[in-house]
């Protein structure tokens, strides 16, 4: 069965501090990629998605994940964390034959420390 | 550009009834879809609305069920509530089908089942 884990519920880092969060997925075919953010008390928003291509991939605010086929891995970083990078992300999973279907790993809460 | 909207903010039920949750769409936006984020269980794929037809359903029970307008809004009707049906109910729409649309979510519903 398809499947994404985030090994790490809770990190916290630094301000300025480098960051990686993990991610990695179980999927038979060739999947699409994505990284949402949560705010407290808001929706998701995207951070930025592979589909194919460049296995590395920039997105907003900063931050950039790498797709390694070989590691069935996804994982997020960002150079220099900000306060305001406090949240929880999400990593997702969708392919062509899932429907629009997005399968989620549970969550990293991130807190940032002064 | 308005982004997805949904009503109410906060909903509170007691157990045995019935509760109607609503999401606009994103403008020009046709595929909508529920995620129910439920605490300990993760965001998980409730249904998939496209053109006005369910296109997908996750692994939730038929009281579990809604709907898609002529003018893309959709409803999230849960019948008979559970305790455990408390949640925060996320509704996303995409530009168009499949897995590499991008999914834009709304800020949720939350679902309290007394």
């Known amino acids: 069965a398809q499947s994404v884990t985030q090994p790490d519920i809770h990190i916290t880092v630094s301000e300025g501090a480098s960051l990686e969060l993990r991610c990695n997925y179980s999927?038979?075919?060739?999947?699409?990629l994505f990284w949402y953010v949560q705010s407290p008390g808001q929706g998701l928003q995207l951070l930025l998605k592979?589909?194919?291509?460049?296995?590395l991939v920039q997105g907003i605010k900063g931050f950039e994940a790498e797709f390694k086929r070989s590691q069935s891995s996804f994982n997020l970083r960002k150079p220099s964390v900000h306060w305001s990078d406090a949240a929880e992300y999400f990593c997702?999973?969708?392919?062509?034959?899932?429907?629009?279907?997005?399968?989620f790993g549970q969550g990293t809460e991130l807190s940032v420390k002064p | 550009e308005a982004g997805v909207t949904q009503s109410p903010t906060h909903l509170i039920k007691t157990r045995g009834q019935q509760a109607t949750l609503r999401c606009s769409p994103i403008?020009?936006?046709?595929?909508v879809y529920w995620y129910q984020q439920a605490l300990g269980l993760g965001l998980q794929f409730l249904l998939w609305?496209?053109?006005?037809?369910?296109?997908n359903r996750g692994n939730f029970p038929p009281r579990f069920s809604g709907r898609q307008f002529p003018n893309y809004s959709s409803e999230l009707n849960v019948n008979a509530l559970e305790l455990e049906d408390s949640a925060l109910y996320l509704c996303?729409?995409?530009?168009?089908?499949?897995?590499?649309?991008?999914?834009?979510f709304g800020p949720g519903t939350r679902l309290t089942v007394l």
């Open positions: 403008s020009g936006h046709t595929s």
């Open positions: 592979y589909f194919s291509g460049d296995t």
């Open positions: 999927y038979g075919a060739t999947p699409y």
């Open positions: 996303a729409s995409s530009l168009g089908t499949g897995a590499y649309n991008e999914q834009f």
């Open positions: 997702a999973v969708g392919a062509y034959n899932q429907g629009g279907k997005l399968i």
């Open positions: 609305y496209d053109e006005g037809e369910e296109r």
